[in-house]
């Protein structure tokens, strides 16, 4: 059974930290490319960060600088340490497994991200 199961999500203030973590299970975790997408309210579904399978990083536009994609094969585990939170960074969170060409397989339940002073 594959499974990815997100944590870490909550409230944070506008400008704090925030550190999502993902563990991974049921496949090689080593073999695949690791992502994060979120969704807000009434906005489009949004890869946020991906990593590959050495360590390579992607980022969007509107978390560049601030966001940061990191894996620990050892432990199944990708990470997104969330820097200068914005309100609109508010979204729920998830944890993807992807293809070779960078296609999400599989996704994680969601963890909620709040943003509020």
């Known amino acids: 059974q594959v499974q990815l199961v997100e944590s870490g999500g909550g409230l944070v203030q506008p400008g704090g930290s925030l550190r999502l973590s993902c563990v991974a299970s049921g496949f090689l975790f080593s073999d695949f490319r690791m992502g994060w997408y979120r969704q807000a309210p009434g906005k489009e579904r949004e890869l946020v960060a991906r990593?590959?399978?050495?360590?390579?990083?992607f980022l969007a536009d509107s978390v560049k600088g601030r966001f940061t994609i990191s894996r620990d094969n050892a432990k199944s585990t990708v990470y997104l340490q969330m820097d200068s939170v914005k309100s609109e960074d508010a979204a729920v969170y998830y944890c993807?497994?992807?293809?070779?060409?960078?296609?999400?397989?599989?996704w994680g339940q969601g963890t909620q991200v709040t943003v509020s002073s």
């Open positions: 990593i590959s399978i050495g360590g390579g990083t």
């Open positions: 993807t497994r992807h293809d070779y060409l960078g296609k999400p397989l599989t």
